[in-house]
């Protein structure tokens, strides 16, 4: 590689939507925020979450998977308790997220399968080509530049390894917003549905996903969306086109016998 290249490709993320994406206010760290967003309903979502993870994970042998921005380790919790192969490392770079994720890990009886580190999805203390699945749930609303958790999950990934990720869609407009809260938070706390307001208008659209992964060299089609207010990222290193991110990733070294599944 040329010396001082970086590794995260030069993506533009760009819009037609009304809404203009709106970050949110750094990393949810008040105690505050962790007991508000570990006390709201994410049974539902998180489920299927875990059940369409599920059908892509072999369930023949011990996996050990990277979840980016765990939180309080709700999923975590959810698929060991579905998967009983799976071993998690839970990432999160909120301090008091993890405190209560820990507590949370040791009341369901899961702390010799789940693993809390506290750590920057954008720079990860793990060694290249680590886990067999890298996977998050709605963090790429929370980075700034989410390339970076993008290149980071493709290098802490193995040769063939699965990339799993899905996240919050961008709202077309204010009213269609207004909708999705009522929806799905309408029984919440009014400070509950404003950092669910929030974290919609710091979402990616999935144009805009499509672009992120296609700098790397990932087909257009890897992203989908997948309900009212998701879209999900699935893939395999493997499938990386040939080209330059081959190179910089490693990738021309997988061998198709190591997919997952």
């Not at 939507?17 to 709106?22: A, L, Q, V």
């Not at 204010?174 to 909708?179: D, F, T």
Request: proline share 3%; charged share 25%.
């Amino acid at each position: 590689m040329e010396a001082g290249r970086s590794l995260i490709p030069s993506v533009l993320i760009r819009s037609n939507t009304m809404i203009e994406r709106k970050l949110e206010p750094g990393v949810m760290n008040r105690d505050e925020d962790a007991r508000e967003y570990n006390a709201m309903d994410h049974a539902a979502v998180n489920a299927v979450f875990v059940a369409d993870l599920a059908t892509v994970l072999s369930s023949d042998t011990s996996i050990e998977i990277l979840d980016l921005g765990a939180g309080t380790a709700q999923i975590p919790i959810e698929l060991c308790r579905r998967c009983p192969n799976v071993r998690v490392i839970a990432v999160d770079a909120a301090e008091n997220m993890l405190t209560l994720a820990c507590k949370n890990v040791a009341t369901a009886g899961l702390s010799d399968r789940i693993e809390t580190v506290l750590a920057d999805a954008k720079r990860l203390p793990f060694a290249d080509g680590t886990f067999a699945a890298v996977i998050s749930n709605s963090i790429a609303h929370h980075i700034a530049e989410p390339a970076r958790v993008v290149a980071e999950a493709v290098r802490v990934a193995t040769c063939g390894g699965l990339l799993f990720h899905r996240d919050l869609t961008r709202p077309h407009d204010e009213s269609e917003l207004e909708r999705i809260v009522t929806t799905y938070a309408g029984d919440a706390t009014s400070y509950q549905q404003k950092l669910f307001a929030d974290s919609l208008r710091a979402a990616l659209t999935l144009e805009e996903v499509q672009s992120l992964v296609g700098g790397f060299g990932f087909a257009s089609d890897t992203v989908r969306i997948t309900s009212d207010q998701h879209w999900t990222w699935m893939a395999q290193t493997s499938e990386l086109r040939s080209g330059d991110n081959d190179r910089r990733f490693g990738v021309d070294k997988c061998q198709q016998n190591a997919r997952i599944g």
